[in-house]
């Protein structure tokens, strides 16, 4: 099975429950579509529901009072959005924009648990959050030592795998180089000659706000690369 084929597989909590109960879930909710850059959930704002995502890439935002941010993840169809406010009780802890257009079902926390608790999923859902809370350190660990290149390969790599089984264009990211290099907390100068190095090499095209890989092997390589120059940017 090639590589590529992996990022088809269903993904996050979608994937490790039985289907009939995924569904459940996002019936019990109100459908809505959503653009792309829209937030839908806003940092500091208090919780009282979730989101599941049900198709579109999203990613969860972290703000400084001046206003600088960074992309803390990227979630897309099968992921359970807000959560953990429903947990502990406290405002929400990021907020999440979505990068492109998509589809959303919105339940309270008391109808989520009901759903969750009537299939017997409960183990697998804190298996789900416990997972994010694990992908925190290697997140601020790549951030601390990777170079630009393996950042961004990174980052793109896991837009790709966010994508979902059903997405048309995974490949397509449709953000500008001044986005992909916000999110890494980078200004955009910083990303421009990496991304002018794997144009010329044939990885990816760039056109106007998006980035189409084309060669996701060459792309994984870089993802793997070398951090012997950890630290240099």
Request: hydrophobic share 40%; net charge positive; glycine share 6%.
């Given at each position: 099975m090639s590589e590529a084929h992996e990022f088809r597989r269903p993904r996050g909590f979608r994937s490790l429950i039985p289907f009939p109960a995924w569904a459940a879930l996002v019936q019990s909710g109100i459908v809505r579509k959503h653009h792309a850059r829209e937030r839908l959930l806003h940092q500091g704002e208090p919780g009282g529901w979730v989101l599941l995502?049900?198709?579109g890439r999203l990613k969860v935002i972290y703000s400084e009072p001046e206003g600088r941010e960074l992309m803390?993840?990227?979630r897309g169809p099968g992921d359970v959005i807000g959560e953990f406010s429903g947990q502990d009780g406290r405002p929400r802890s990021a907020t999440v924009q979505a990068i492109e257009p998509g589809v959303t079902s919105k339940l309270s926390d008391q109808r989520f648990d009901d759903v969750v608790d009537r299939h017997g999923i409960r183990a697998q859902?804190?298996?789900?959050?416990?997972?994010?809370?694990?992908?925190?350190?290697?997140?601020a660990w790549r951030l601390a030592h990777?170079?630009?290149?393996?950042?961004?390969a990174d980052l793109l790599v896991a837009l790709i795998g966010a994508a979902g089984p059903d997405h048309p264009a995974p490949?397509?990211?449709?953000?500008?180089?001044e986005e992909l290099a916000t999110a890494l907390g980078l200004v955009r100068s910083a990303v421009t000659p990496v991304l002018?190095?794997?144009?010329?090499?044939?990885?990816?095209?760039?056109?106007?706000a998006r980035l189409h890989v084309l060669d996701i092997p060459g792309l994984l390589?870089?993802?793997?690369?070398?951090?012997?120059?950890?630290?240099?940017?």
């Open positions: 995502c049900v198709s803390l993840a990227v859902l804190n298996s789900y959050m416990l997972g994010k809370v694990r992908e925190s350190a290697p997140h990777r170079t630009t290149a393996a950042r961004l490949t397509t990211i449709p953000m500008s180089q002018a190095e794997w144009k010329a090499a044939g990885l990816i095209q760039v056109s106007r390589d870089m993802h793997r690369g070398d951090v012997s120059t950890s630290g240099q940017n």
